[in-house]
């Protein structure tokens, strides 16, 4: 199967596996499961698409589930050069490739570049953004500038793993016992292998203006999640920026930090499936 859009979609012989063509022509992959409406899956920084693997069954019950690999990781290439803007394009591409309306559900970097992704298409239903991560607050933000130079120290010398652990605990802030059970999950070596695409998201983000003005006027049904356990950098860009949309509410999770998915996975999923089943 193809089909030609802004971007292009084929299945390989794996037929869960599914390739989609961005603007500047790299070959971005996603997995696909369940049946139903379709709903994309963008996961954040240091990650791929296995970082969905606790929520994906139950997902796949109700939608046509679109598991991406952002570029860079897993099945996608990273192109002939990267950056933030790149990123938006590859989410637009992959939405009007998919066709009709496309609920979106994304976290951290991943819900960062879905809502100004939002802004370029109007093939998103609904949008579920958790917790979206590197965010340059107006006044300034708790960034990770103090963390980037030892973070491309490690990447240069070939500590992937060291230089995922620095971000986790320093920059995202994952307790001890979060951080061991994402590390017994079986996507931990696919977030090791991203490892290298981490420094450059934290880098940009500290430089990337968001069009916070553009968002005051989106009209998208959006649910803004934060745990309340988390970073206050992570729950003051949250609240910032579901102040600013103007159909937006917003779902504190008793309990949770960045990573509800792995701790409260049936919490995490009541939130986001009954904002999705709205009309």
């Known amino acids: 199967m193809r089909r030609e859009a802004n971007g292009s979609m084929t299945t390989s012989s794996e037929a869960q596996l599914v390739h989609f063509t961005s603007s ?6 996603a997995r696909r499961h369940g049946r139903g409406r379709p709903l994309l899956l963008v996961h954040g920084t240091g990650s791929d698409h296995t970082r969905w693997a606790p929520v994906l069954p139950r997902l796949a019950e109700r939608f ?32 009007e490739t998919i066709g009709g309306r496309v609920d979106v559900l994304a ?40 963390v980037l130079p030892r973070l491309r120290e490690l990447i240069e010398a ?17 307790p001890d016992q979060e951080l061991a059970l994402l590390r017994s999950r ?4 696919g977030r090791v292998a991203a490892a290298h695409t981490v420094v450059r998201e934290l880098a940009a983000s500290e430089e990337h203006e968001p069009p916070f003005e553009e968002l005051r006027r989106l009209q998208l049904p959006v649910l803004m999640v934060e745990g309340s356990d988390s ?19 917003l779902a504190v999770l008793p309990g949770q930090r960045h ?17 999705l089943a709205g009309e």
């Open 64 to 95: 046509t589930v679109y598991a991406l690999d952002r570029r860079g990781r897993g099945a996608s290439g990273d192109g002939p050069a990267w950056s933030i803007r790149q990123e938006v394009e590859d989410l637009v591409a992959v939405l």
């Open 158 to 174: 070939g500590g992937r793993e060291e230089t995922l652990l620095t971000f986790m605990r320093e920059v995202v802030r994952v």
């Open 231 to 249: 970073p206050e950098s992570l729950r003051r860009a949250t609240e910032y920026i579901h102040q600013l949309l103007p159909n937006s509410r």
């Open 259 to 275: 990573a509800a998915m792995d701790t409260a996975p049936d919490l995490f999923l009541d939130e986001v499936i009954g904002f």
């Open 107 to 146: 976290h951290s970097f991943g819900a960062a570049r879905a809502l100004e992704a939002a802004l370029l298409t109007d093939r998103m239903r609904r949008l579920v953004a958790y917790e979206p991560g590197g965010v340059r607050l107006p006044g300034g933000h708790d960034g990770p500038g103090r």
């Open 24 to 29: 500047d022509g790299t070959r971005l992959g």
């Open 186 to 189: 079986p996507s931990w070596p």
